[in-house]
């Protein structure tokens, strides 16, 4: 698609054709005045940027300067503190100013990072219980009233359902 302004110089006005896919990057950057189309590509090239470190600090989003990354375990987190001043350095490189002057980690928790990539783990297969060959021979010898006897009838209703 193609689309036709005025441009204006230093001469006078001067009429040109521009091709859409070249206007509209700069049309949408004067749009943007608080910067999220920058962070939005900072999001999306998280992987690239960080490398290996990309999935022990993953993009949560930002608290005015502050960039908050989450980690899987308090242990990895503990560690990435000392990665701040890289990861800084990176970011705002790419950025193309300093945007963000401290990083702070959270954990994780079931959140969905800003990077796109949602890392679930497999899934754990249900464990098949195995009946055992005695099940049912301590019912005279339990109090059925008592916390244990309630329990054993408890085990013992598990394999009947099945």
């Known amino acids: 698609m193609v689309r036709y302004y005025r441009h204006y110089t230093k001469k006078g006005r001067a009429n040109r054709v521009v091709s859409t896919r070249d206007a509209l990057p700069r049309f949408l950057d004067k749009l ?13 090239a998280w992987g690239d940027l960080m490398g290996e470190m990309a999935s022990v600090a993953r993009p949560l989003g930002h608290r005015g300067r502050r960039l908050i990354l989450a980690a899987e375990d308090p242990m990895v987190m503990q560690e990435a503190q000392f990665l701040a001043p890289m990861i800084l350095e990176i970011v705002n490189g790419f950025l193309g100013q300093e ?29 098949k219980l195995k009946k055992p060959e005695k099940l049912g021979g301590l019912d005279e010898d339990l109090d059925p009233d008592s916390p244990l006897g309630r329990c054993y009838r408890a085990y013992r209703r598990m394999f009947e359902e099945k």
């Open 32 to 44: 943007d005045t608080t910067g999220g189309m920058a962070l939005i590509r900072l999001w999306e």
């Open 99 to 127: 945007i963000f002057d401290k990083v702070v980690f959270e954990l994780l928790n079931g959140r969905t990072p800003l990077d796109g990539a949602i890392r679930r783990e497999a899934p754990e297969p249900p464990r």
